[in-house]
């Protein structure tokens, strides 16, 4: 049967309607069931080695569009209901976001799903089926909210497998029901499929905001991503999540394993593991529990988890490693405590500096140290971040095992960011050089041989010109703004951080509006966008998300500012919301504290669709500085090495943030958080406290590099006024982006790692 009468059969039986009679919403649970039949009807792909990739997030985004692509009946589907009158897009907006991610590291998780499908290799995703995901985010008041958003429609893409393992948590046991989400691989005929556990009765959600009993466990597991964790239960509750999800997963590889013929001692020939950041760390132990109790000794059930395993780390910030008491685990999962101990005696062995211990004289279980005693490998996401883990954060454990340190720079689905999301910029490209950089992304280098082609050049600037257009549109019905798309579109979108230093766009855009009413008019009309959502405990990013919302603002009555510059936040950024902005954006910010960032995919993401990168030397900004050269970025800043030293009290020099406030010309940006005119608008308890911490804290160091900043983003306001030669950069960018595909990164993870053979 083809695909028309298919979705005839299907909107038949379902609605009694022909699809021509079908509302949107119909067409798009048609579609829907139509999609999620095929992908399920794909065999998975064979191979003696099959890999698990366990992550406590994957932020898979809307899957219709990215399915019918992968299955190859996109164009199909387009031209199907255009002959209807239909289209395609508008049915696609049906669909809720899955938001089961955070931000980078779940967008990373879900990536690589795409392309480890695509590449045709056995690889499924191991996580949790929250039922809220994310907060919903809104703006009251010029603050934050949050709301519960309950993606799970009665129309879904979850799969019943009829699979079910018993967790024994401590005093009790919970079920874990298990749900497949199919992953179809573009340009083969396979599915693999990411695995979502979910206790038996899930709660109803919250009757107001995102607060919830903490302590039901029973019920209330997979309700939110990461519950607040700025309480001891919030913690906890953590901990039960991470058990549940590692104890499952652990118990289904083990049933593989037997289905596919192999007994438990031969787990590692024929099982790879990969632990994306510490969130299911807790899999070591438990393996182990599982292959003891399946008569392997601990020796072997240590050899065998040690040469499964594999850990990335994520990030370098000290207050993102988890360690957890282990009075937490004794009393979540009491029979890893035994196991953990022996692990924590035989790494004693291996090294008897206390630094390297996973038990430490607090009570407190180093997660990361059993991932890096007992797995494989250790990986950093970008050269810079990899070196930083060698050099400084991890260096007693890489003098302990050189050899499992690499680095594996993150990459992105130039399906989803590129062919998917820009299919203006994706034409142009094809008439350049052909459809096959696809499949190998590195042709599209390709394009530098039209850098003097004018018509090109042209056509290029013609595609991001109607990108900014249609995005001003999206804007203007959703949330009512009206933009200029013909100025220039100064992106920074990414989760709300203090060290991503939005505050220091911030300041900027105070310096501008300072000079606009002192009469000193920039080039050409900014338009600076801001898409973040900020933590629901973390008090700071709040106070930050607040001073852009009153810049926003104060600049939106100001009739003698606005024609020039503007400022917006987009509500409740999300993986929708970033595919409609990154094909618009002019200026990629990636101005993070030079160390802080490990990677960061944003950056090549924008940098594919044309945006020429604003950033500091940096995660994969680095990367991205070597392959444009400096002629296609906009590097500033402290680099990483003279920030590790300001961070280091042996050092004696000590970062003070007053020393570069008192001058002039920052003093009057940063006290411009208590001008009557923001205080005419904002919480003044909230600007002042965001204008103490930036005087006396800075803990990430704006003020350190926020003079030359301001100067380079008014060199490249400049330059952008200079058409062709922004149009050579932009295609540059296009040209070397790639390298970031992720189907590049999954190859050297196969090869150097997993070797799924
Ligand atoms: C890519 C992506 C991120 C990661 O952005 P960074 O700039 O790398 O931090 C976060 N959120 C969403 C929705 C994304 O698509």
């Given at each position: ?281 807790m899999v070591i132990p438990e393996m182990i529990r599982l292959l003891t109790a399946r008569g392997l000794s601990m020796d072997d059930a240590i050899s065998q988890i040690s040469r499964a395993c594999a850990y990335t780390n994520h990030t370098i910030l000290a207050e993102a490693l988890e360690k957890w008491p282990v009075y937490f685990i004794e009393r979540v999962a009491p029979q890893l405590v035994p196991i953990i101990r022996e692990l924590d005696r035989r790494a004693r062995e291996v090294s008897s500096d206390p630094t390297v211990a996973i038990l430490d004289n607090n009570g407190l279980v180093h997660m990361a140290h059993m991932d890096i005693h007992y797995g494989c490998s250790v990986n950093g996401v970008a050269a810079l971040h990899t070196e930083i883990l060698k050099k400084a954060e991890l260096k007693a454990f890489y003098d302990l095992y050189p050899d499992k340190f690499n680095n594996k ?349």
């Amino acid at each position: 049967m083809d695909i028309k009468e298919n979705l005839t059969q299907l909107t038949n039986e379902q609605f009694g309607l022909a699809p021509d009679q079908c509302s949107d919403r119909q067409l798009y649970e048609a579609l829907l069931k139509l999609t999620c039949r095929m992908a399920a009807e794909r065999p998975a792909p064979a191979g003696e080695r099959k890999l698990y990739y366990f992550s406590a997030e994957f932020l898979i985004g809307k899957l219709l569009d990215n399915n019918l692509l992968a299955l190859g009946i996109r164009d199909q589907v387009r031209e199907l209901l255009s002959g209807m009158g239909r289209d395609l897009n508008a049915v696609e907006e049906q669909e809720p976001e899955p938001s089961l991610g955070n931000g980078g590291l779940g967008r990373l998780a879900a990536c690589f799903l795409d392309s480890i499908a695509a590449l045709g290799l056995p690889g499924d995703g191991v996580g949790l089926n929250y039922h809220y995901g994310l907060f919903h985010q809104k703006f009251v008041g010029n603050k934050q909210t949050e709301t519960p958003d309950p993606w799970l429609e009665q129309e879904n893409w979850l799969i019943s497998t009829g699979k079910s393992f018993t967790v024994p948590f401590g005093g009790f046991d919970l079920t874990a029901k298990l749900w497949d989400v199919a992953v179809p691989g573009a340009y083969n005929n396979y599915a693999n499929r990411l695995h979502l556990f979910d206790v038996e009765e899930p709660a109803a959600p919250p009757e107001s905001g995102i607060n919830f009993d903490k302590t039901d466990v029973v019920h209330h597991l997979t309700s939110f991503l990461y519950p607040d964790d700025g309480d001891d239960q919030g913690r906890l509750l953590r901990v039960y999540q991470q058990y549940f999800m590692v104890s499952a997963g652990a118990q289904l590889i083990l049933q593989e394993l037997e289905e596919r013929g192999y007994g438990p001692g031969e787990l590692a020939d024929h099982v790879a593991i990969q632990i994306n950041d510490t969130h299911p760390s807790m899999v070591i132990p438990e393996m182990i529990r599982l292959l003891t109790a399946r008569g392997l000794s601990m020796d072997d059930a240590i050899s065998q988890i040690s040469r499964a395993c594999a850990y990335t780390n994520h990030t370098i910030l000290a207050e993102a490693l988890e360690k957890w008491p282990v009075y937490f685990i004794e009393r979540v999962a009491p029979q890893l405590v035994p196991i953990i101990r022996e692990l924590d005696r035989r790494a004693r062995e291996v090294s008897s500096d206390p630094t390297v211990a996973i038990l430490d004289n607090n009570g407190l279980v180093h997660m990361a140290h059993m991932d890096i005693h007992y797995g494989c490998s250790v990986n950093g996401v970008a050269a810079l971040h990899t070196e930083i883990l060698k050099k400084a954060e991890l260096k007693a454990f890489y003098d302990l095992y050189p050899d499992k340190f690499n680095n594996k720079t993150n990459g992105v689905t130039l399906r989803r960011w590129m062919e998917a999301c820009n299919p203006d910029l994706t034409a142009l490209i094809d008439q350049c050089i052909g459809p096959d950089w696809r499949q190998n992304p590195d042709q599209l280098v390709g394009l530098l041989a039209f850098i003097d082609d004018e018509h090109v050049l042209n056509r290029l600037l013609a595609v991001k010109q109607s990108a900014k257009e249609r995005f001003c549109r999206e804007l203007r019905d959703v949330q009512g703004v009206e933009l200029d798309p013909n100025s220039l579109f100064d992106v920074q979108i990414k989760r709300l951080h203090e060290y991503k230093r939005q505050q220091m766009n911030a300041l900027y855009v105070i310096a501008k509006y300072l000079e606009i009413r002192a009469g000193r008019l920039p080039e050409k009309p900014i338009t600076v966008i801001f898409g973040a959502k900020a933590a629901p405990a973390y008090v700071m990013a709040k106070h930050i998300i607040h001073l852009i919302l009153c810049l926003q603002k104060l600049i939106e009555n100001d009739p003698a500012v606005r024609p020039w510059l503007r400022v917006v936040m987009i509500e409740n950024y999300n993986v929708t919301w970033a595919e409609q902005l990154i094909p618009a954006a002019d200026i990629s910010e990636q101005i993070s504290l030079a160390s802080k960032e490990a990677s960061g995919t944003g950056n090549m993401k924008l940098m594919a669709n044309g945006a020429v990168t604003l950033g500091t030397m940096d995660g994969a900004n680095v990367e991205i500085a070597e392959l444009v050269g400096p002629d296609n970025i906009y590097t500033f800043g402290a680099h990483s090495d003279r920030v590790i030293h300001l961070y280091d009290d042996k050092g004696g020099e000590r970062y003070r943030p007053v020393d570069y406030y008192h001058t002039p010309k920052v003093e009057p940006l940063v006290d411009f958080l208590l001008s009557p005119e923001l205080l005419g608008i904002g919480d003044p308890y909230s600007l002042a406290a965001l204008w103490r911490d930036m005087k006396g804290k800075d803990w990430f160091m704006a003020l350190l590099d926020v003079e030359e900043y301001i100067a380079v983003k008014d060199l490249a306001v400049r330059q952008y006024g200079d058409r062709k030669s922004w149009a050579r950069k932009m295609l540059t960018n296009i040209a070397k982006a790639g390298y970031f595909s992720s189907d590049r990164t999954i190859k050297q993870y196969n090869e150097d790692i997993w070797h799924l053979g």
